[in-house]
């Protein structure tokens, strides 16, 4: 009965590779994210999908790109990693746009570089 | 855009004793102010949230306050217990506006 899932929980790579990330949420939510928290645990947004559509994207490289099959999963696809890309990366979801509800997180997938 | 600064970075408390985490935004604007609770391994998950038309909140062991005029908030735990022990997060956004911007966080350590 897991709200938010996302797969892989840890992903060791090389530098330059590509690699994915996958999230899907049960909870009926229109929104998702992509969040980053770093190794001093600062949380960033990356992205922010209502219903498929893009409604958020911050200073992100453009190896990183989000899809949104449904409103019920948000991929992350990073293109040529890099060893700055490490850190934990967390799927989350809301209610919607207007509402300010709670964000509901996964358990993060923690990505290494080498 | 918002900034949120909070304070401390780390915070002790023996078991019982109360614990404060304080948080301050830039932007005015801002009318929504989540806690989030982050244990090891885990995503954060919501504690306690505020909406600008209230000064507190209480949940429980959990408060918040809200001071619209200095553009700050607290989160307070009373009778700490050692489940308390987690990494803290504060937020702020704007209603209508998905972005929340997070604090730094506040290791909370529950000595027993």
């Known amino acids: 009965d897991t709200a938010v899932s996302q797969t892989p929980k840890y992903l060791v790579t090389q530098m330059g590779n590509d690699k994915s990330i996958k999230c899907e949420q049960n909870l009926g939510h229109d929104t998702m994210y992509w969040y980053k928290q770093d190794s001093k645990k600062f949380l960033k947004i990356m992205f922010s999908y209502n219903n498929k559509e893009l409604i958020i994207n911050e200073t992100v490289p453009n190896r990183f790109s989000p899809k949104s099959p449904d409103k019920a999963h948000l991929n992350l696809h990073i293109n040529s990693l890099e060893l700055g890309d490490s850190a934990v990366y967390f799927c989350a979801s809301s209610l919607g746009q207007g509402y300010n509800s709670p964000l509901h997180f996964g358990n993060g997938t923690r990505l290494t570089v080498t | 855009g918002e900034n949120v600064e909070q304070h401390p970075s780390t915070l002790s408390v023996q078991e019982g004793d109360s614990a404060v985490i304080k948080c301050t935004y830039s932007d005015s604007a801002s009318n929504y102010f989540p806690w989030y609770k982050q244990e090891l391994g885990k995503g954060p998950q919501l504690i306690i949230d505020i909406r600008s038309n209230v000064g507190e909140k209480k949940d429980q062991r959990i408060a918040v306050t809200l001071n619209k005029t200095a553009k700050h908030f607290s989160l307070h735990i009373t009778e700490t217990q050692p489940e308390d022990s987690a990494v803290y997060f504060c937020?702020?956004?704007?209603?209508?506006?998905?972005?929340?911007?997070f604090g730094t966080g506040t290791r909370l350590t529950i000595i027993p």
């Open positions: 937020a702020a956004s704007i209603l209508g506006n998905e972005k929340l911007t």
